[in-house]
């Protein structure tokens, strides 16, 4: 594969994208869709760094068509309506990027429904907002949805005898586990849209390692991951780089149902976007399977439905 770069996003006027995580990933990745002409719309929980995030965007590119909207992936309540919003506004949605997420705290934290936070908003968030979007999606044109995974997914274990790391909570064993998840769904979608003729192409990518305010933000400044990001910062690659596997994943005409895209040098870390490697425990679907029927029941959403 070529070293492929936002120059090769192809013609996107006219395509509609949600994209959640108004930093890091998510920025870059809104921006260099509308850069290329696409409808951003750009969720996120935080207003003021969401107008913020809209602001630089339209300063960079004055004829952006990108606006904000409310969405909290650790509020099912949230996810719901922001479904019910969009819905009421649109009639079709092309493109979901499930990019938003949160990374090891040091104390077990939980969303507002009581999940472990990395396992609710990773994951479950993403699951419901995906559902509560299908109908749109379904009636969109060349429909994708983009999950987004990380290396860590290669250490990941779906404890399902504790999913929400009620007596056993380690921040990087149980992050592993929802960005496992992630990949896990992702692959689970493509199946039963597959099987069920919902015309979405399901795809997961991961950034490699790249400089963002996941780190310092979840696990915070002063720990070992915060540390790290700032004095190793040479080791992380910038996040215009670590957004390219995604924006391939969710633009590329290479990109395809049921794959897996990464960086392409130092064991997936850092590059341009090519094929990853999807981890052993992802390709078990009676376990995938058996994830998504609870995440049904825990998330209060059925995609049969939708």
Not at 68 to 85: H, K, P, Q, T
Not at 123 to 132: D, K
Request: aromatic letters at 8%; one cysteine or more.
């Amino acid at each position: 594969m070529r070293k492929w770069t936002t120059s090769n996003i192809p013609d996107i006027r006219g395509r509609s994208f949600v994209v959640t995580g108004t930093g890091g990933l998510g920025f870059e990745d809104a921006l260099a869709l509308a850069r290329a002409g696409a409808t951003v719309i750009l969720a996120g929980r935080n207003p003021s760094k969401g107008a913020e995030a809209v602001a630089r965007i339209k300063r960079d590119t004055p004829e952006a068509d990108i606006s904000f909207e409310v969405l909290d992936l650790a509020d099912l309540a949230s996810i719901a309506a922001f479904g019910e919003r969009l819905r009421s506004q649109r009639d079709h949605l092309d493109v979901l990027i499930n990019n938003a997420g949160v990374m090891t705290p040091p104390t077990r934290k939980v969303t507002s429904d009581g999940f472990e936070l990395q396992f609710g908003t990773n994951y479950l968030g993403h699951f419901a907002l995906t559902a509560h979007l299908l109908p749109l999606l379904r009636k969109g044109h060349d429909p994708r949805v983009v999950t987004l995974s990380s290396i860590a997914a290669r250490d990941g274990r779906i404890a399902f005898d504790d999913l929400q790391a009620t007596h056993n909570y380690k921040p990087m064993p149980v992050y592993s586990q929802s960005k496992l998840a992630c990949l896990m769904f992702a692959l689970e979608l493509q199946r039963r849209s597959e099987a069920e003729n919902w015309g979405i192409t399901s795809i997961a990518a991961h950034p490699g390692i790249s400089r963002t305010d996941l780190l310092p933000n979840g696990a915070g400044a002063l720990s070992v991951f915060g540390l790290a990001r700032r004095i190793l910062w040479f080791l992380f690659q910038p996040a215009a780089q670590g957004a390219l596997p995604t924006l391939f994943a969710a633009t590329s005409s290479e990109a395809k149902g049921g794959g897996y895209y990464g960086p392409d040098r130092l064991s997936e870390t850092r590059g341009y976007p090519t094929v990853a490697k999807i981890p052993p425990a992802a390709l078990d679907r009676q376990a995938a399977a058996r994830l998504w029927d609870i995440s049904e029941q825990l998330a209060h959403v059925q995609f049969s439905n939708n």
